[in-house]
């Protein structure tokens, strides 16, 4: 089950070489856990937005600032005001951006759709760990929660939104124990599904503040192959011994 950030409409983008019937009757985990869809059925089996009040509020702090940000709509749609050479280059492949005038309003122009999540981004990830301290006492812990992810971005998300109850949420439509599942990532937004599942798992390249939570770190990264050294080393043992 892919679990990612993105929205669902990117995320099946990234399968399109894969086929297709492998993936029949499989789901997708997307905004950072907020929305669940089975594949190939755009409307969500779950679906979290954030506060609309707190969201303007952020928005407005990023433009005065011209923060380079990323404004998700609830239909897949990303909105992008301010963007750097450095992030120009991450996102100039990716489909359903939309780089936004300056002068623009994203929240107008998203035409009256909820938003899930709202990021920033500064190639110094330092800076964004800084304005992530910095803006939590600002903001209403019952409503938005803060994360990290990619070496550049301070996430803003609905309270309990992350991939670890997004997990939770598909293991229970599942009907399948939370000990039997597993969780596999390389980011600090992956460090909830890693501390949730029954066995959380890094990639070779998992960042250092994600690393000491994993009960096993990988040899390859993902782009290198990681799902099938998991299969050797865990799953196909485990079947074996049945």
């Known amino acids: 089950v892919p679990s990612s950030g993105r929205p669902y409409s990117s995320i099946m983008d990234s399968l ?80 359903d951006i939309e780089e936004l005038p300056d002068d623009a309003d994203a929240i107008e122009a998203a035409g009256g759709e909820e938003f899930p999540k709202i990021i920033f981004m500064d190639p110094d990830f330092s800076k964004m760990k800084a304005l992530g301290a910095k803006l939590r006492p600002e903001l209403d812990p019952a409503l938005v929660d803060i994360t990290y992810s990619s070496n550049r971005y301070v996430e803003f998300v609905p309270h309990d939104v992350n991939k670890g109850t997004g997990l939770a949420h598909l293991a229970e439509l599942l009907g399948i ?22 066995l959380g798992v890094g990639v070779a390249n998992v960042s250092d503040g994600t690393r000491p939570f994993c009960d096993m770190v990988l040899d390859t990264t993902a782009d290198d192959g990681a799902l099938p050294e998991l299969l050797k080393r865990v799953i196909e043992p485990e079947h074996n011994a049945r």
């Open 16 to 95: 399109s070489d894969i086929d297709p019937a492998l993936l029949q009757g499989s789901y997708v985990i997307s905004y950072n856990g907020g929305f669940i869809n089975r594949y190939g059925d755009e409307t969500p089996l779950l679906r979290t937005v954030m506060d609309r009040d707190v969201l303007r509020w952020l928005y407005d702090y990023a433009v005065e600032r011209r923060i380079c940000m990323h404004v998700y709509t609830e239909s897949g749609r990303i909105l992008t005001q301010f963007v750097n050479d450095v992030e120009r280059s991450y996102i100039e492949n990716l489909s």
């Open 177 to 198: 124990d939370m000990a039997d599942t597993i969780g596999i990532g390389d980011s600090e937004n992956d460090m909830a599904m890693i501390q949730a599942a029954g």
